[in-house]
């Protein structure tokens, strides 16, 4: 089974709330952009492609809702969900997209516009499938026969407007007939790696094991691991990585123990305008994700808590880059 995050129906964006997963899965149909803006906000949808695809719809909801096009409420929405997470620069990267397409194209009627939005966010989405597909095969070149990956977070089609990216790497080496291992860290705090990975590898048939993310030191120290393989949110200039709370560490542990640690990015997700990795926004997440994330409370009441939802890799870790163009090394 392979499984669409994100899909236009009609006038509204159909999409699975990640936050059922793995118990449910149920789609949500919305047609009111402002759901949409909290749905990314709350994680429902997440990862960094996919949340810019959904800005892309979500353009076009707007307009679809509001009735008329005005270009001041398209910048306004615009900016509204630019602000909804700041990490992953493929929000920013679509809606700018969509906003400059637009300006370009000087719809006058309401009509023209509103074809034109879907247009342009189904351009984006389809052109995130290619770059995944891309991906996946440029990174199937760099993997064994019979290997044993280990990944965090989650980067498949749930994340994606595709295949994923560093899972979309693993499902290509899986149809080209390798014998692929993953073991997938659980990502504390949200644990979309349990949540999510672990789920989405299962139901595509994946030989997964599940991981507390303090587990993985280990099983590179006993030689277990050929590589790590993780996604990306923003890719600086200098080729420093913004990508979930937790792949610092690996990385650090992959050199360590002499494991390749590859990044798996589209175009999209680089980021021409930030120097390094000291100039991307890290998103802080409440408290509470972190104090009573089990469905009951599991710290003491009024504990000071810090949850940054993303760390920075520096360059100098990452064995290579694989992005749809290629691979390059780091
Ligand atoms: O907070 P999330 O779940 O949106 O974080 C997602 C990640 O960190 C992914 O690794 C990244 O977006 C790459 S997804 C292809």
Redesign the pocket.
């Known amino acids: 089974m392979r499984i669409q995050a994100l899909a236009r129906e009609g006038g509204k964006l159909r999409f699975i709330d990640q936050t059922k997963l793995p118990l449910e899965l149920e789609y949500r149909e919305v047609g009111d952009y402002r759901e949409i803006i909290e749905a990314i906000k709350e994680?429902q949808i997440?990862?960094?492609?996919?949340?810019g695809i959904a800005a892309a719809y979500g353009l076009a909801v707007a307009v679809e809702q509001h009735g008329e096009f005005k270009f001041d409420h398209l910048r306004q929405v615009a900016q509204q969900f630019k602000e909804a997470?700041p990490t992953?620069v493929n929000l920013a990267w679509a809606v700018d997209r969509v906003i400059r397409f637009v300006e370009g194209e000087q719809p006058t009627t309401f009509a023209a516009a509103r074809d034109l939005l879907w247009a342009e966010a189904e351009a984006i989405h389809t052109q995130d499938r290619m770059m995944c597909a891309a991906i996946g095969r440029h990174g199937a070149e760099l993997i064994g026969p019979k290997a044993t990956i280990l990944t965090?977070?989650?980067?498949g089609a749930l994340?994606?407007g595709g295949i994923?990216?560093?899972l979309g790497i693993i499902y290509t080496c899986v149809d080209q007939g390798k014998k692929i291992r993953v073991y997938a860290d659980e990502t504390r705090p949200?644990l979309?790696g349990a949540r999510l990975t672990a789920w989405e590898l299962q139901q595509g048939g994946i030989d997964v094991t599940l991981i507390t993310d303090s587990t993985a030191g280990m099983l590179m120290q006993q030689g277990k691991i050929d590589y790590v393989l993780?996604?990306?949110?923003r890719i600086a200039k200098n080729g420093d990585v913004a990508?979930?709370i937790g792949?610092y560490s690996l990385a650090v542990l992959a050199k360590a123990h002499g494991v390749p640690f590859y990044v798996a990015?589209p175009t999209s997700?680089f980021d021409p305008k930030i120097e390094s990795g000291d100039e991307i926004p890290i998103e802080e997440r409440s408290a509470m994700e972190v104090t009573d994330s089990f469905g009951r409370r599991t710290a003491p009441y009024d504990i000071a808590v810090y949850s940054p939802?993303?760390d920075i890799t520096p360059a100098e870790y990452i064995t290579a880059y694989i992005t749809d163009q290629g691979v390059k090394e780091g």
């Open positions: 994680l997440r990862g960094a492609p996919a949340i997470r992953a965090h977070c989650n980067t994340a994606t994923g990216t560093a949200l979309q993780v996604g990306a949110d990508n979930k792949t990015a997700t939802a993303f």
